[in-house]
Structures are given as structure tokens and as C-alpha cells.
């Protein structure tokens, strides 16, 4: 980058964006299997660590998406709709809570009954489980699709 008076300049990189094209739903499960290990962070938004909500944000970031930040608000967000279990596909949201209108948890259905999430559970990290995982199965309260 150069300066008024010709020298070269630098930029950080956090201070720019570059756009590139939105990843496939195959491209962002990729990813977000890279994540596997990293630790939960409370409130995370980064590779640093990610609370579940972070993580499922930045996941559809790269994919082109812009929802809300955290799980309550992503799951009654006008850019998703309901779906039923049923009917889950690889890329679907999943949220957890003690009901629909108490959700406290989200993660990303990944094929087979597996699904990615960062948390608290057991282990503290981003990590895939399965949704017959009785501590699952009493918690799923919505599934959605983004539009």
C-alpha cells in the first residue's frame, strides 16, 4: 500500500476484510471439523475458542450467512425455518434447551446422526456427538434450515 509520499505502508490484516466466495455447505463441515479439540470459551468468537453460538456464527459466516449472535435469537431469526428431525440434512442448526422458548446450546448437524458443537459438556472444546446420546436426546428442542 503506498503512502501520499510514495514510501510503502502496512496494514494489519484484522483491520480489513477480503471477500471471497462463500463456502459450500461440503466446504463449511470441512472446516468445521478443523476446529476439533479446540477449547470452549465462554462468550468465544475466535480460534482462540468458541462458545456454541460463536461457532455456529462464524460457520455460516463463511458460508455467506450473517445470523445473530447467540442461540435463542439464531433459532427465532427470520432467516432460518423450522424443520423436522426427521428431515435433518448436513448444514442444518440444531439448538438445545429445556424448551423451544429456553434454548441454551446450538450445534450443526453433520450426517449419520453426528453433529458438531462447542461445549461444556464432559469435555470443554468443539467436538462431534451424537444425537442418541441421551443428554442430547432430552435437550433437542429445534432444528432449523437457513433459508
Known sequence: MGL??????WVQAGDVTVHSAPLSTTEMLALSRRFLGLPYTWGGTSSYGYD????????ERQHGVLMPRDAQP???WSGVKP????NLEPGDLLYFGSSEKHIT???????????????TYTTPMVRIDDLSDPHWVKLLVATRRVK
Do not use: V
Open 4 to 9: 501520499g509520499s510514495g514510501r510503502p505502508g
Open 52 to 59: 456454541c453460538s460463536g461457532f455456529m456464527q462464524m460457520l
Open 74 to 76: 439464531q433459532a427465532e
Open 83 to 86: 424443520i423436522s428431525k426427521d
Open 105 to 119: 446450546h446450538t450445534g450443526m448437524y453433520l450426517g449419520d446422526g453426528k453433529f458438531i458443537n462447542a461445549t
